[in-house]
């Protein structure tokens, strides 16, 4: 029986998230750039990790860093907040930018992990927006007027028509015009993140 009072060992935590996930070695290897070798080491309680390395395995696995130093098992049953908030335009915290008009929604709730926007687009095409957005987590984007072209850093720009949506990751370039034929369009934008401070990365974007 393990010893309790002791925390676990990050190599008892990385076994852990591993067998969540249902990983192998080699899973966890190409999700994080960290060498089978490496991993099998760390797991093993015969190496530890660097600052940056563990950094890597926090951006790439999508997990928090303090998830990398221990477990509470107690932890691992959901807690209920029974937050609630009710998002409306004119009560929306509006930011307008060169492409954009942002209305942020239920911005009467702190350290959200989703962060709901109404946006109407401007800009028509990449060349007028200028270079593509970054940013942590994932997100949905639904047309809710008009047509939008989406333009990703590793796909082809992609139309969408009113209601449909995508699905993307954050992290990756992006940016969102108005399709040809249209002045402008809306979208419902969600945005997400297993970090805290995701609203200030969305905020630094608009300077």
Same mark, same amino acid.
């Given at each position: 029986?393990? *010893?309790?009072?002791? $925390?676990?060992? /990050? ?12 990983? !192998? ?8 750039? @960290? $060498? ?31 998830? /990398? ?7 691992? !049953? ?26 942020? /929604? ?9 962060? $709901? @926007? ?22 949905? @984007? ?9 333009? !990703? ?6 139309? /969408?028509?009113?209601?449909?949506? @995508?699905?993307?990751?954050? %992290? ?19 945005? %997400? ?6 609203? *200030? ?7």
């Amino acid at each position: 029986m393990a *010893d309790r009072s002791q $925390p676990p060992t /990050l190599g008892t935590v990385m076994k852990s998230i591993r067998s969540r996930n249902g990983w !192998t070695l080699k899973e966890m290897s190409a999700k994080s750039g @960290i $060498p089978v070798s490496t991993l099998s080491k760390v797991e093993h309680d015969r190496l530890t990790l660097s600052y940056d390395k563990l950094q890597q395995l926090s951006q790439r696995l999508n997990i928090r860093m303090s998830d /990398l130093f221990a477990e509470d098992d107690e932890d691992q !049953t959901p807690r209920v907040t029974g937050r609630r908030s009710i998002g409306t335009i004119d009560q929306a915290v509006r930011v307008t930018t060169d492409n954009y008009d942002y209305h942020y /929604l239920c911005t009467d709730l702190r350290q959200k992990r989703m962060i $709901p @926007i109404i946006t109407r687009i401007r800009a028509h095409s990449a060349r007028e927006f200028g270079d593509l957005v970054r940013h942590q987590g994932e997100e949905f @984007i639904f047309v809710l007027e008009g047509e939008v072209e989406i333009h !990703t850093e590793f796909y082809d720009p992609v139309a /969408l028509k009113t209601g449909q949506g @995508i699905y993307l990751d954050s %992290s990756m370039g992006h940016a969102y015009v108005v399709a040809e034929g249209f002045e402008e369009a809306l979208v419902l934008g969600v945005c %997400s993140s297993a970090d805290d401070g995701l609203m *200030d990365s969305l905020m630094s974007l608009h300077g």
